[in-house]
């Protein structure tokens, strides 16, 4: 699903010559640095690197990694990602268990305020509080994140910033994908994203890695109107691979009044619906 040798090749091709110290010398063919100029800067001979890039050299060095990783401005998730690409030959991390323990319903149970869900490494929804669902529109099993955001019309109308929600779950996905390259499971939905939309497949062509950790989160719910918020994500400390996602709304604001009528709302439509089924 993912490789050393492309990885690099999308990084060199973002590096801008001039910046690296290299003199213009007429008209580039390449985009961003050459091999051999990214071999040079690195200290590695140019056969090596180019080894590298077409799959056919294994297990290169930590020194060598953080050579590459200084000549191509890597931040610290893409060195990370440089680093555990570089040992999938050596090692494999086995997919995480996804295991939902009955204590985690129980603390979403009591988060009654925002909207709430458990995500795993694939984006899949384990659970949510009743208010994730209110925000999403539907219930949480069956949701898959990044199937909803490219491939449902329903989620690319929810979605406030579309654009940079898509590069957040594909920087995330591709990550996911250097972790756990066996997991057959993550290799479908990828396989699913690519053949259904055009987005996820420039996106994914870029080879961009994201970490998931906090943002703001604008929404445009068809009830109560534009939501912003604040994500949260916290990694479980488990052997499950999941983790929490909170989205509060700042006190005070407009979403935080919009949240509690989102509430509201279905604390009145309860009723009705009870008697509709005679209960």
Same mark, same amino acid.
């Given at each position: 699903?993912?490789?050393?040798?492309?990885?690099?090749?999308?990084?060199?091709?973002?590096?801008?010559?001039?910046?690296?110290?290299?003199?213009?010398?007429?008209?580039?063919?390449?985009?961003?640095?050459?091999?051999?100029?990214?071999?040079?800067?690195?200290?590695?001979?140019?056969?090596?690197?180019? /080894?590298?890039?077409?799959?056919? $050299?294994?297990? *290169?060095?930590?020194?060598?990694?953080?050579? =590459?990783? %200084? @000549? +191509?401005? &890597?931040?610290?998730?893409?060195?990370?990602?440089?680093?555990?690409?570089? /040992?999938?030959?050596?090692?494999? $991390?086995?997919? *995480?268990?996804?295991?939902?323990?009955?204590? =985690?319903? %129980? @603390? +979403?149970? &009591?988060?009654?305020?925002?909207?709430?869900?458990?995500?795993?490494?694939?984006?899949?929804?384990?659970?949510?509080?009743?208010?994730?669902?209110?925000?999403?529109?539907?219930?949480?099993?069956?949701?898959?994140?990044?199937?909803?955001?490219?491939?449902?019309?329903?989620?690319?109308?929810?979605?406030?910033?579309?654009?940079?929600?898509?590069?957040?779950?594909?920087?995330?996905?591709?990550?996911?994908?250097?972790?756990?390259?066996?997991?057959?499971?993550?290799?479908?939905?990828?396989?699913?994203?690519?053949?259904?939309?055009?987005?996820?497949?420039?996106?994914?062509?870029?080879?961009?890695?994201?970490?998931?950790?906090?943002?703001?989160?604008?929404?445009?719910?068809?009830?109560?109107?534009?939501?912003?918020?604040?994500?949260?994500?916290?990694?479980?400390?488990?052997?499950?691979?999941?983790?929490?996602?909170?989205?509060?709304?700042?006190?005070?604001?407009?979403?935080?009044?919009?949240?509690?009528?989102?509430?509201?709302?279905?604390?009145?439509?309860?009723?009705?619906?009870?008697?509709?089924?005679?209960?």
């Amino acid at each position: 699903m993912d490789d050393l040798a492309g990885f690099l090749r999308t990084r060199r091709s973002r590096i801008d010559p001039a910046a690296a110290g290299i003199p213009a010398a007429g008209r580039r063919r390449v985009q961003g640095l050459r091999r051999e100029e990214v071999a040079h800067l690195a200290g590695v001979s140019v056969d090596y690197y180019v /080894r590298l890039e077409q799959g056919r $050299a294994t297990q *290169p060095s930590e020194q060598v990694l953080d050579a =590459l990783a %200084r @000549v +191509l401005e &890597l931040d610290d998730t893409e060195r990370d990602h440089l680093h555990r690409l570089a /040992r999938q030959r050596r090692r494999t $991390a086995r997919s *995480p268990t996804g295991r939902l323990r009955p204590e =985690l319903l %129980r @603390v +979403l149970d &009591l988060i009654s305020g925002a909207p709430a869900l458990i995500l795993d490494h694939r984006l899949d929804a384990a659970a949510g509080n009743r208010l994730a669902e209110l925000l999403y529109g539907r219930p949480m099993k069956g949701l898959n994140t990044a199937r909803h955001l490219f491939l449902q019309e329903s989620g690319r109308g929810l979605y406030g910033d579309w654009d940079q929600c898509t590069r957040d779950v594909v920087g995330h996905l591709r990550l996911a994908a250097g972790k756990y390259p066996e997991d057959p499971r993550l290799a479908s939905l990828i396989g699913e994203l690519a053949m259904g939309s055009e987005r996820f497949r420039r996106l994914w062509a870029r080879a961009d890695v994201r970490t998931r950790t906090h943002a703001r989160k604008a929404y445009r719910h068809p009830l109560v109107g534009d939501l912003e918020l604040h994500q949260e994500n916290f990694t479980l400390p488990d052997e499950s691979g999941l983790e929490l996602v909170v989205l509060s709304a700042a006190p005070g604001s407009p979403a935080e009044d919009a949240l509690r009528l989102l509430a509201g709302l279905d604390a009145d439509a309860r009723p009705a619906a009870d008697a509709r089924r005679g209960r």
